[in-house]
C-alpha cells in the first residue's frame, strides 16, 4: 500500500457505515449514516492530498481503475458513476461493448468513488423496482429516464456536498487546499488525455416524463444527508460509439 493509498481502517469504517444505511428501515438513520461515510472518505482524501503536497515522496500519480457495469440499462448506470466521479475529482470512460468503465483519477478518491457508487446504485435500484402503479413503471423507457434523472440530481447533491467539505478543509489547513485540489484535477484530466485521446461524446435523451420526475424525486430521497432545495438538472452526456467519457 502506497502512503497516498486510504487507510484500511477508514476503508473498514467506511463500508461498515455504507452496509448500515442499506440496510435500515429508518431513512433518518441511513442519511446520517451515509452522510457521514462521505465525510470521513472526502476529509481523508482531501488531507492525503495536502500531504502530498507538502512532501513530494508521499506524492502518487492518477490512474486507471476498471469497474463493471452491470446490464440492463448499462448506460443509465454509468451515468451515475460518471456523476460520482465528477464529484470526487475523477473522469469515467465506458466501454459499451464490454460494459467495462474507467475510473481516472487518484486512489483515495477512487475508492470513495467506488464504495459510494455501488451504495447508491443499490438505492436506485430498489427505489425504482419498488415503484408499482401499473404498467407504466416497468417499461424500459420509464426505467431509462429514472436511472438518468436519479444520476444527474445525486451528482448535483454531491458536488454540495464536496465544496461544503473543502471550504472546511481549507479553513482547518489554513488556506491552500483549493490550489492543490485544482492541480490534481488537472493532472486527472491530462492522464485521462493521454489514456484515450479519441473519446466521443453525445448527448443524454429522456425519453419519459414520468420516469424523469420519480427519478429526480428518488434521488432527493437519497441517503446522503443532504437537505434543501437544488437547480432543476441540466442534459448531461454519454459517449456515442463504443467508447464513451463523461461529460
Request: proline share 4%.
Amino acid at each position: 500500500m502506497s502512503a497516498t493509498d486510504p487507510e484500511p481502517g477508514v476503508l473498514h469504517k467506511v463500508r461498515s457505515l455504507l452496509a448500515k444505511a442499506e440496510s435500515t428501515s429508518f431513512p433518518e438513520e441511513a442519511e446520517a449514516l451515509t452522510a457521514k461515510a462521505q465525510q470521513l472518505m472526502d476529509r481523508h482524501a482531501i488531507d492525503r492530498a495536502m500531504l502530498a503536497a507538502s512532501d513530494p515522496g508521499t506524492a502518487s500519480t492518477p490512474e486507471g481503475r476498471r469497474i463493471t457495469v452491470d446490464a440492463p440499462y448499462a448506460r443509465e448506470k454509468f451515468q451515475l458513476l460518471s456523476e460520482v466521479t465528477r464529484a470526487n475529482r475523477c473522469r469515467a470512460v465506458f466501454a459499451s461493448d464490454s460494459r467495462v468503465a474507467t475510473v481516472v483519477g487518484f486512489a483515495e478518491d477512487q475508492e470513495t468513488v467506488e464504495m459510494l457508487y455501488t451504495s447508491l446504485l443499490v438505492q436506485a435500484t430498489t427505489a425504482m423496482l419498488a415503484r408499482n402503479e401499473g404498467a407504466a413503471t416497468r417499461t424500459r423507457r420509464f426505467r431509462q429516464s429514472f436511472l438518468i434523472a436519479f444520476a444527474i440530481r445525486i451528482g448535483q447533491r454531491l458536488e454540495e456536498a464536496d465544496r461544503e467539505v473543502v471550504a472546511e478543509a481549507d479553513r482547518a489547513h489554513g488556506g491552500g487546499v483549493l490550489p492543490v485540489l485544482a492541480s490534481r484535477v488537472a493532472a486527472v484530466e491530462t492522464h485521462l488525455d493521454q489514456l484515450f485521446p479519441d473519446l466521443a461524446h453525445r448527448r443524454v435523451v429522456v425519453r419519459d416524463a414520468a420516469g424523469w420526475e420519480a427519478g429526480t424525486a428518488a434521488a432527493d430521497r437519497a441517503r446522503l444527508g443532504r437537505d434543501g432545495s437544488l437547480r432543476r438538472p441540466s442534459t448531461s452526456r454519454l459517449g456515442g460509439g463504443n467508447m464513451a467519457a463523461d461529460g
